[in-house]
Antibody, heavy 123, light 108 residues
Framework: QLQLQESGPGLVKPAETLSLTCTVSGGSISTPSCYWDWFRQPPGEGLEWIGSIYYSGSTYYNPSLTSRVTISVDTSKNQFSLRLSSVTAADTALYYC???????????????WGKGTKVAVSS | EIVLTQSPGTLSLSPGERATLSCRASQSVNANYLAWYRQKPAQAPRLLIYGASSRATGIPDRYSGSGSGTDFTLTISRLEPEDCAVYYCFQYTALPLTFGGGTKVEIK
């Protein structure tokens, strides 16, 4: 059974860069039918898409964050990573990595979630 | 960006009752690329429905999804205490991917 595990610092200072890694186990990140995404959920709020990556390295970002976001993939380690620069308190959230899998019409819905990792932005 | 508006914000019902949750999109969701997720406290969301009406593996048939275009519904036919959660709709027809604001289901 495929599992995702987020890792990274739980506390980041304002103006610094948030870095998280998602390790994929029980399956390969190089699956042609899947995308790998980051989402976040601020305390008491809803879910926001940050961006997606394909195993080939193609990336897609939320326009609201694109100037600060970089998502990368390391197929040799079966991992993908998130970097979010110039963070502020508004970036405090629970960060989830997810797998999006392909349906019969070649669109991709989320079918597997990591447990999430809390990141607080504070000095 | 496709904005998803969920209603009601909170639904308070008794065990055995039927819950009807609404998700309205600001523009048409092509080919019904809409999914529903359930999030219990301190847990990650779990997939319930994809393609507007297809149940995910392991989801009981008490859960059903319907709708097309801009109006979608999640129905829980006979509420059980374990259904207490926040339910989100999610569109994957276009980037940026977006979630609705959620409907909280409370069991009396």
């Amino acid at each position: 059974q495929l599992q995702l595990q987020e890792s990274g610092p739980g506390l980041v200072k304002p103006a610094e860069t948030l870095s998280l890694t998602c390790t994929v186990s029980g399956g390969s990140i190089s699956t042609p039918s899947c995308y790998w995404d980051w989402f976040r959920q601020p305390p008491g709020e809803g879910l926001e898409w940050i961006g997606s990556i394909y195993y080939s390295g193609s990336t897609y970002y939320n326009p609201s964050l694109t100037s600060r976001v970089t998502i990368s993939v390391d197929t040799s380690k079966n991992q993908f990573s998130l970097r979010l620069s110039s963070v502020t308190a508004a970036d405090t959230a629970l960060y989830y990595c997810v797998r999006r899998t392909e349906d019969t019409n070649h669109h991709h819905y989320i079918d597997v979630w990591g447990k999430g990792t809390k990141v607080a932005v504070s000095s | 960006e496709i904005v998803l508006t969920q209603s009601p914000g909170t639904l308070s019902l008794s065990p055995g009752e039927r819950a009807t949750l609404s998700c309205r999109a600001s523009q048409s969701v092509n080919a019904n690329y809409l999914a529903w997720y359930r999030q219990k406290p301190a847990q990650a969301p779990r997939l319930l429905i994809y393609g507007a009406s297809s149940r995910a593996t392991g989801i009981p048939d008490r859960y059903s999804g319907s709708g097309s275009g801009t109006d979608f519904t999640l129905t829980i036919s006979r509420l059980e205490p374990e259904d207490c959660a926040v339910y989100y709709c999610f569109q994957y027809t276009a980037l940026p991917l977006t979630f609705g604001g959620g409907t909280k289901v409370e069991i009396k």
